[in-house]
Every structure is written in C-alpha cells, then in structure tokens.
C-alpha cells in the first residue's frame, strides 16, 4: 500500500525552528504534487503547503506563509517542510500526501499516501 513515513517532529520552544520530512514508500514520489496537513487537538485536519511535481510551484496558506518553506528531493523520494519562528498555534500532527497537482479545490479524500504522522509541539 503505497503511503508517506513522516519523521522529524519534536517539542520546541516558540521561536524556534524544525525540519519534518516525509518519505514516500510503495510508490515513485516524481508522479505526484505532494501536500503538508496538519491536525490540531479536537481540530479538523487542514492543509498548509503543497509542491507541484517538479517543484517549481510552492503554495503556502496565509498562517504559515513567510515562515514554512516546503521542499522535494525526489532522488530520495522525501518531501520536506522547513518551519520557522514556530508558535504555539503551530502544535499538531503533520502529515504528507499525495495527489497530481496543488490546488486549494481538490477535496482532502482525494489525497492519498495518509501515513501516521510526526508530532509537533510548539510550548515553552
């Protein structure tokens, strides 16, 4: 079944910094525009950036822009997101999917790849 294996997630201080990555398993990333969500505790799962399939367009949603920067290295098959001066609004699960381009108009259950996960918590 093909899906992501997110890593990277930790707790840190606000202000701070972290890098998630996602690998993809059971399938060729270069194919597909690959998005970054997150969930929030008792929140819905939403979308924050997405990277086109050759990388050459990055989209942001307005609370991370600035501060996010989302990334491909499809030589090892992983999808990246850099995050920057993290606030605590920032805490949540973050996942990576997949679908064949970026837009804000395909519905979540069209994404697909769902992993578990890495967990971010933004606390001083």
């Known amino acids: 079944q093909p899906h992501f294996v997110e890593s990277g997630g930790a707790l840190v201080q606000p202000g701070e910094s972290l890098n998630v990555s996602c690998a993809a398993s059971g399938f060729t990333l270069q194919y597909y525009a690959v998005r970054w969500f997150r969930q929030a505790p008792g929140k819905e799962r939403e979308g924050v950036s997405c990277i086109s399939i050759d990388g050459g367009k990055l989209t942001y949603k307005d609370f991370v822009k600035g501060r996010f920067t989302i990334s491909r290295d499809n030589a090892k098959n992983t999808v990246y997101l850099q995050m920057n001066d993290l606030k605590p609004e920032d805490t949540a699960v973050y996942y990576c999917?997949?679908?064949?381009?970026?837009?804000?108009?395909?519905?979540?259950?069209?994404?697909?790849?769902w992993g578990q996960g890495t967990p971010v918590t933004v606390s001083s």
């Open positions: 999917a997949y679908t064949y381009y970026c837009s804000d108009f395909i519905a979540i259950t069209e994404y697909k790849g």
